[in-house]
Nanobody
Framework: VQLQASGGGLVQAGGSLRLSCAAS????????VGWFRQAPGKEREFVAAIRWNSRHTYYADSLKDRFTISRDNTENAVLLQMNSVKPDDTAVYYC???????????????????WGQGTQVTVSS
């Protein structure tokens, strides 16, 4: 499966942004899709994930009140709605997918087999 992340851009603090991770090559049915981000000089960190079939969602504790992950059936994509963004949310956001992730691996980037290119999110203060 090929993944294409989009929707990044420049947004003011307190604003909203919606990222999309569109898949091609095959349907996302059966996959777990995750969002990760990496800020300059920092390690990549888990943001959120969704199991396509069950729609179960998982979030980084620090982001769950502001970010929402969902699936878009018609577009074969996973969305990340970012609300009340902060300058600390500035990062390159990546989406990833895998068909056989255990619960303990969902937050672990290296366990995902497929990755899209990143999309830059910049939050101005």
């Amino acid at each position: 499966v090929q993944l294409q992340a989009s929707g990044g851009g420049l947004v003011q603090a307190g604003g909203s942004l919606r990222l999309s991770c569109a898949a091609s090559g095959r349907t996302l049915s059966g996959y777990t899709v995750g969002w990760f981000r990496q800020a300059p000089g920092k390690e990549r960190e888990f943001v959120a994930a969704i199991r396509w079939n069950s729609r179960h969602t998982y979030y980084a504790d620090s982001l769950k009140d502001r970010f929402t992950i969902s699936r878009d059936n018609t577009e074969n994509a996973v969305l990340l709605q970012m609300n009340s963004v902060k300058p600390d949310d500035t990062a390159v956001y990546y989406c990833a997918a895998d068909r056989s992730l255990s619960l303990s691996s969902i937050r672990s980037g290296p366990d995902y087999d497929y990755w899209g290119q990143g999309t830059q999110v910049t939050v101005s203060s």
